[in-house]
Nanobody
Framework: QVQLVESGGGLVQAGGSLRLSCAAS????????MGWYRQAPGKQRELVAV???????YYADSVKGRFTISRDNTGNTMYLQMNSLKPEDSAVYYC???????????????WGKGTLVTVSS
């Protein structure tokens, strides 16, 4: 079993900042890529940013220059620093990870339950 738990969402005014965290735990051998996705009401889930293990981050054009994705030294915790927030950034933000589990030694896709970010104008 692998668990991904997001935290850090909330209500913020436009121009403000929030920092999201995603903690992975459970039967983890290693984690390859991790990423943040978001879904606004009535819209499809979209990629925000991804960070491969030992690779360079990738950002959606809509957040480039405002958001920064990072992972801690263990590789099991991921962050998303969100600055200069806009109302259009309002969404449920989901953590995703490609995890190689201890039991299977194969990569599998895992999602958190999401954390709500609301940006008021």
């Amino acid at each position: 079993q692998v668990q991904l738990v997001e935290s850090g969402g909330g209500l913020v005014q436009a121009g403000g900042s929030l920092r999201l965290s995603c903690a992975a735990s459970g039967s983890i051998f290693s984690i390859n890529g991790m990423g943040w996705y978001r879904q606004a009401p009535g819209k499809q889930r979209e990629l925000v940013a991804v960070i491969p293990s030992g690779g360079r981050p990738y950002y959606a054009d809509s957040v480039k220059g405002r958001f920064t994705i990072s992972r801690d030294n263990t590789g099991n915790t991921m962050y998303l620093q969100m600055n200069s927030l806009k109302p259009e950034d309002s969404a449920v933000y989901y953590c995703n990870a490609q995890v190689i589990t201890i039991t299977t030694r194969r990569p599998s896709d895992h999602w958190g339950k999401g954390t709500l970010v609301t940006v008021s104008s």
